[in-house]
């Protein structure tokens, strides 16, 4: 690693703005804020965790909670499924969603979605540490 | 593993989770490439043999 690098590195890491942009990015496409902090294991094996497992969530046919449901865990619900970024919104306006609860496997793709989330929270948490130097 | 077979197999569903979930936590707490994949293999092979185990002991209860 070179001076420089160290140096913008170690700037970057003091600059507030760059440390909350890299985790809106984290959250927004998973595993892209470790793309940016050149994490690359990482932000491939986040992407393929949070991304499989809201995927596999959608292909059992699970549901995805929508805000404002005014029920607690309807609510609950949807913070964990809305921190899957892209995977939870796009399949949205893609209307590719086709909740199927009459079968258990439904009720699985329920919870593969918010564990998708769920991953992708504790990933968006690591990229945040990571960018302010805490982590390696 | 087709959408189909998850679907249908709740067993394929379990190793699916099981297989995701491990390569996340990898991430999380290990810091080498090694390290991270010995981690999830380890952590994958314990959620298989505690699922399995776990229904093993609840399928008298399931009759």
């Not at chain 1, 690693?1 to 927004?28: C, G, H, K, Q, Y």
């Not at chain 1, 619900?77 to 796009?90: I, T």
Request: charge should be positive; proline fraction near 4%.
């Amino acid at each position: 690693m070179t001076t420089e690098t160290l140096v913008t590195e170690n700037s970057s890491r003091n600059n507030p703005v760059f440390t909350v942009l890299i985790a809106i990015a984290a959250w927004i496409v998973p595993g892209l804020g470790h793309l940016f902090l050149r994490r690359w294991s990482r932000a491939v094996g986040f992407f393929v965790a949070a991304g499989g497992l809201a995927l596999a969530g959608y292909a059992m046919h699970g549901q995805a909670f929508k805000p404002g449901s005014g029920d607690p865990f309807g609510t609950l619900g949807f913070v964990a499924d809305a921190f899957s970024g892209a995977f939870y919104f796009l399949p949205r306006v893609l209307t590719i969603v086709r909740p199927d609860l009459s079968h258990a496997a439904g009720d699985y793709g329920t919870r593969f979605i918010a564990a998708g989330g769920i991953v992708n929270l504790l990933a968006v948490i690591d990229a945040y540490g990571t960018a302010r130097g805490e982590r390696g | 593993m087709t959408a189909e077979a998850i679907r249908d197999s709740h067993f394929a569903a379990m190793v699916l989770f099981a297989l995701l979930v491990s390569v996340a936590l990898a991430c999380l707490g290990r810091q080498t490439l090694t390290g991270r994949i010995k981690f999830a293999l380890w952590s994958f092979a314990l959620f298989l043999v505690i699922g399995v185990g776990v229904a093993w002991l609840m399928y008298p209860f399931s009759r």
